[in-house]
């Protein structure tokens, strides 16, 4: 049974940081595309950042580039998501998910198979 368990979110001011993290059991995390999205309020869920196998493939939203950066260690079967310069419309819950449907694209959400349960980010101006 495949289970993915986010931590790391909470409060901060805006310009902080924090760094999420996603332990994965069930299945290997270097070999399939493990992604974070993220969901606010009133708003649709929305990729942010996803990587495959120790970085050989990765992409960034727009609106992330350059203040988040995605990562992984295989040895603790685990996905992390370190975010800098974080901004009051960075507050959402975070989500972590893994393994892409056949044909799939790591920026849908709805072609990612397993999902955690979220973890709330909220940043205040």
């Known amino acids: 049974q495949v289970q993915l368990v986010e931590s790391g979110g909470g409060s901060v001011q805006a310009g902080g940081s924090l760094r999420l993290s996603c332990a994965a059991s069930g299945h290997t995390i270097s070999d399939r595309w493990m992604g974070w999205f993220r969901q606010a309020p009133g708003k649709e869920r929305e990729g942010v950042a996803c990587i495959y196998s120790y970085g050989y493939g990765t992409w960034n939203a727009d609106s992330v580039k350059g203040r988040f950066t995605i990562s992984q260690d295989s040895a603790k079967n685990t996905v992390y998501l370190q975010m800098n310069s974080l901004k009051p419309e960075d507050t959402a819950i975070y989500y972590c998910?893994?393994?892409?449907?056949?044909?799939?694209?790591?920026?849908?959400?709805?072609?990612?198979?397993?999902w955690g349960q979220g973890t709330q980010v909220t940043v205040s101006s």
């Open positions: 998910a893994s393994e892409i449907t056949s044909g799939g694209s790591c920026r849908r959400p709805s072609d990612f198979r397993y």
